[in-house]
């Protein structure tokens, strides 16, 4: 089996915003981002003839993150009002696919997607994630993929040892020590790529590198600002126990029969 899990917003945001720019008014790009969804994912559930599919959608309320750190993704621009407002609109035409969404009440659908994937792979069974962002390149495993649609790629170990010059195993701490820019997570002040891949590969790891004797100022800068790091990394490690409140047999592919 296969379960195809396609990130909601991250494919929706993206496809409006194109037709926004070339639309004469929100009705004309909403029903253009209704054709182009429709059409992306009917491309997708042929690329990939899963077994099962689900659109995974961020709940309402702020979700833990929040609370760990209240400036978390400060300053990203909330969703235009005029495509919130349509999502139902979207889901629906989603659900008359054979796709059906999972809207939790307060957690993020990076999370939720996270669990899905993690638990999957726990019982040998293989799952792709499509989403641009890179953040799920650390659940990348034998059985878990990660597909970028627009760019039409799959984000994978090759990608990861290319682009950030570390393992798989080792992005979270990566991350940790960088921050990630567009949820506004600050990492280490000073510790940009080329010194975070430099510390992550003589070190391996965020915990051997806090447990060392520092030699340069940049093991210095790290271990005097750890609170700052593991905090960070508390915050780019996606959560794998959300309570997803649905089975594998209710994400069953039927197209035959939804809608109906």
Known sequence: MQLLIIDGLNLIRRLYSVHAHQAADDTQALAATGQSLVKACQRLLKQFNPSHVVAVFDGAPKGF??????????????????????????QQQLWQLGIDALLPECDEADDLIAT??????????????????QGFCQLLNPYTKV???????????AFVEQHYQVQVSQLVDYWAL???AGSNIKGVAGIGPKRAQRLIQQHTS???????????????????H?????????LVKMAHDIELGVNLQDLRYIPATKGS
């Open 178 to 180: 960088t921050g990630v």
């Open 206 to 224: 965020l915990n051997q590198l806090l447990t060392t004797v520092p030699t340069s100022p940049d093991e210095q800068r790290v271990i005097d």
């Open 226 to 234: 750890q609170a700052e790091a593991l905090l960070a990394r508390q």
């Open 147 to 157: 597909w970028d649609h627009f760019k039409q790629r799959a984000l994978d170990k």
């Open 65 to 90: 993150r929040y609370h760990l750190y209240p400036e978390y993704k400060a300053g990203r621009p909330p969703m235009p009002h005029a495509l919130a407002e349509h999502l139902p609109q979207l």
């Open 116 to 133: 899905l994937a993690t638990t999957l792979g726990q019982h040998q069974k293989h799952s792709v994630i499509v989403s641009t962002d």
